[in-house]
């Protein structure tokens, strides 16, 4: 049986934001990356957590670097090097489980084939520099995954290193590869008059800022926002690959970037995240709190829920206050896709902002919820998922995956695993500018 909307996300505390998909880079100032799928964020913590322990009074694994120790090897703040880095604890006292670590294992091999050649925009790595990793990662044995990770890589800590992570999920609703009745909202793919543009191929002050948009005469404007999608600006030109029957299940769905429709035949089409329009995402229930619309204990997502449907009219127009609108691709191979290109995997897979940590990277968590602990890879990115030490992981799809995304909001620690000897390579590089 389908699960509704309702129910499968009851359990969620906030709505949780990052996406899984290709890569895009988002409007100008906006905080959609590719929406590589655009997930959405839930409120930062107001204080971060005490070095030593947590709420429930358990130790952390390890005590970070003091922030006055980290070495600078940059002046952008925006990325890792401007933040400072610092070696961390010796991998091997991380007592890393054999579980998360040949998990970990199979997705850094995959990971591979783009790590070794893509641009770090963080930073911190060359493709060369994982190589060597991953050379070895091609016959290693999962078994022992954890002395790879020993071997070759080492614990950095980035900034202060206090982590703050949510959760996604691939989600299921009710859907049709065509129209009738009960389906009316289109699912569409991306249209081919949106086009993504590399400022920084312009303007070195303008390095990583991307705008999308179309080209109208001789400029380029921006694409239509969601509610002119949503009037049909660009219904009957071909691009619809199936329809929805609940415009605020399809909503959602948006948000995570990524899902499954249950067609009435029974069988499953999965949906991936294949652009955005470009717009900049916005949060309602962020705004549907500071309006004071939802009663205390309905500030999650079946609250959030309950009071669009309750309130209809009023609702659609919150919805559409979002003008962010995620465009998708049906799926055929193994897993929803990561901005990698690759599949991301449940309790595997963790995105990161690219600018802060290389995508591919292994990272270690610590965090209250102990579920989230050990050893990822940050194989995604989101519109919401932004800063240092911030993380979105991802736990699958079906109803547990709603549950522990949905209630995941947790601070903690959390270090970077890069190729031995990066630290001492960035920081000379830092000192001798000229060899």
């Known amino acids: 049986m389908v699960m509704r909307i309702g129910a499968l996300f009851g359990a969620m505390a906030m709505v949780s934001a990052c996406s899984m998909s290709i890569i895009p880079q988002g409007a100008a100032q906006s905080r959609a990356a590719p929406q590589d799928g655009e997930w959405v964020a839930g409120d930062l913590p107001d204080a971060a957590v005490p070095p030593s322990t947590y709420k429930n009074g358990a130790p952390a694994r390890f005590q970070p670097v003091n922030p006055a120790q980290l070495a600078r090897i940059g002046d952008d703040p925006t990325r890792a090097t401007g933040s400072g880095i610092a070696l961390g604890p010796d991998i091997a006292s991380l007592n890393l489980t054999d579980s998360k670590a040949a998990s970990a294992l199979k997705s850094y091999r995959t990971s591979c084939s783009s790590l070794v050649r893509r641009e770090d925009n963080s930073g911190l790595t060359k493709g060369a520099d994982w190589q060597l990793s991953c050379s070895a990662a091609q016959g290693w044995q999962d078994q022992d995954a954890g002395r790879f990770f020993i071997s070759y890589f080492e614990a950095v800590q980035v900034g202060d290193g206090q982590a703050f992570a949510t959760g996604y999920f691939e989600p299921q609703i009710l859907g049709s590869r065509v129209r009738n009745g009960n389906y009316t909202v289109p699912v569409y793919r991306r249209p081919a008059n949106l086009i993504d543009v590399d400022l920084g191929l312009f303007s070195e002050a303008l390095k990583d800022k991307r705008v999308r948009g179309k080209v109208d005469g001789t400029k380029l404007v921006p694409f239509e926002d969601r509610a002119a999608i949503d009037d049909g600006a660009i219904a009957n030109q071909g691009l619809e690959i199936a329809w929805a029957q609940d415009y605020i299940e399809f909503f959602f769905l948006q948000i ?180």
Not at 358 to 367: E, K, R
Request: proline fraction near 5%.
């Open 256 to 435: 995570q970037g990524s899902g499954r429709l249950a067609l009435p035949d029974g069988s499953i089409m999965r949906i991936g995240y294949a652009g955005q329009n470009g717009h900049d995402y916005t949060g309602i229930g962020r705004v549907m709190r500071e309006r004071g619309l939802l009663a205390d204990g309905k500030t999650n997502m079946q609250g959030i829920v309950e009071w669009l449907r309750a309130h209809p009219q009023e609702g659609m127009k919150i919805m559409r206050e979002n003008k962010s609108y995620v465009f998708f691709q049906e799926l055929t191979g193994p897993g929803p896709l990561g901005a990698m290109g690759h599949p991301v995997v449940a309790r595997t897979s963790v995105a990161a902002d690219r600018m802060f940590v290389p995508l591919g990277a292994p990272v270690f968590l610590d965090m209250e919820h102990d579920i989230a602990d050990g050893l990822w890879v940050a194989q995604d990115s989101g519109g919401a998922i932004k800063g240092a030490n911030r993380f979105d992981t991802f736990w699958g799809a079906g109803e547990e995956a709603a549950r522990i995304a949905g209630g995941m909001s947790s601070k903690g620690q959390a270090l970077l695993f890069l190729p031995k000897g990066s630290v001492s390579r960035l920081v000379a590089a830092r000192q001798n500018p000229g060899e």
